[in-house]
């Protein structure tokens, strides 16, 4: 099962003064359970194409297929759609409305005429996941901090139990811990549910650390569809349409470019940190061992073998403390 586009295009104000290609022929397949990062400069169509993903917005031209069939045929049920697809707005504002935090939640099940004991036992159950604590179930939506309102966004949401996640910029203005805490949620939401994730984000970071595949968009164009290892290796066209690779890419391309043996597909904090520590300990240990003689040529001898001996073993250590260890998928 799969969401797949066929060559979609959006024009926005068609036939007007204003006509705007917001989308250009785009093409993908996203099987379940993938955690796909969509990142792009702003006003590349990143919002644009994920409203097409549950129907908000039609297709100028070209098709969606959910699950194999073409969600534009006639007599398709696109209020259901809306409910396995579920998409959480760039702007919380955009989507809590409610008087009470709880009522909000209930807005999605509701919507799908459960019985109200499923209605309440599935807000409970979505507000549980998302963390947010009892005591703030009967405040309104709009006095709350902007973690929080996420929280409440995205738990709307997931009170639908969708099969597939959107989440449009879920991060933005928030600091460094809710920004952890969001996305940790929606990590544990693919590992744990087996749920589709599609994550909007400026941030390459983000994208390195959860998504297994990115996809990124430029003037309405995708131009890189590839895994985040792949794509950061184009760290240069990436800056081109006025994106970059994770700031840790830099810092290894600039060990590189001074001789040191690393290898060039670190792309996570933790991933740098394991092969930095790895060469120092190697260095250090050959330097320890070559301690009773040192000898300019016992010296030269440890540093080369440091650099020779590490290679392998820095870019193993990678791959396990990568979080994308390849059992991970075992989950579902
Ligand atoms: N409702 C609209 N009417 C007309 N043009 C629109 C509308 N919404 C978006 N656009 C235009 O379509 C293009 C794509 O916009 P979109 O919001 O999809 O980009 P985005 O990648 O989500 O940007 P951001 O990172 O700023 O959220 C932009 O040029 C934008 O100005
Ligand atoms: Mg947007």
Avoid: W
């Amino acid at each position: 099962m799969s969401i797949r586009a066929e060559h979609l295009t959006h024009i926005y104000g068609q036939g007007t003064a204003f006509e705007q290609y917001a989308l250009k022929d785009v093409n993908f397949e996203i099987p379940d359970g993938q955690f796909v990062g969509l990142i792009g400069h702003t006003g590349s169509g990143k919002s644009t194409l994920i409203q097409h993903l549950n129907g908000l917005l039609r297709a100028s031209s070209g098709t969606i297929y959910y699950n194999g069939e073409d969600i534009y045929a006639q007599g398709y049920n696109m209020k259901q759609l809306r409910t396995k697809v579920g998409l959480v707005f760039q702007y919380p504002e955009h989507q809590l409305f409610e008087v009470d935090v709880f009522s909000d939640v209930c807005f999605g099940p509701k919507n799908m005429g459960l019985p109200k004991d499923e209605i309440a036992a599935r807000a409970r159950e979505a507000l549980k996941l998302v963390g947010l604590k009892e005591k703030y179930y009967k405040q309104s939506p709009f006095e709350l901090s902007g973690g929080q309102k996420r929280r409440v966004a995205i738990a709307g949401v997931l009170a639908m139990r969708p099969e597939v996640l959107i989440l449009d910029e879920p991060t933005a203005g928030l600091d460094p811990r809710g920004r952890d805490e969001i996305l940790d949620l929606v990590n544990s939401l693919q590992d744990n549910r087996g749920m589709t994730i599609i994550l909007v984000s400026h941030s390459m970071e983000d994208v390195a650390k959860y998504a297994d595949r990115l996809m990124v968009m430029s003037g309405g164009e995708k131009v890189f569809d590839d895994t985040p290892k792949n794509v950061f290796r184009h760290y240069k066209e990436l800056e081109a349409i006025g994106l970059s690779a994770p700031q840790v890419t830099y810092i290894v391309q600039r060990l590189r470019e001074n001789g040191v043996d690393i290898s060039e597909d670190l792309t996570t904090v933790a991933e740098a940190k394991d092969a930095i520590l790895k060469l120092l300990r190697d260095k250090g240990r050959l330097q320890a061992a070559g301690k009773p003689d040192p000898g300019a040529g016992g010296n030269a001898g440890a540093s080369g073998n440091a650099g020779a001996g590490k290679s392998a073993g820095a870019g193993k250590n990678a791959g396990a403390g990568a979080k994308k260890a390849s059992g991970r998928k075992g989950a579902r």
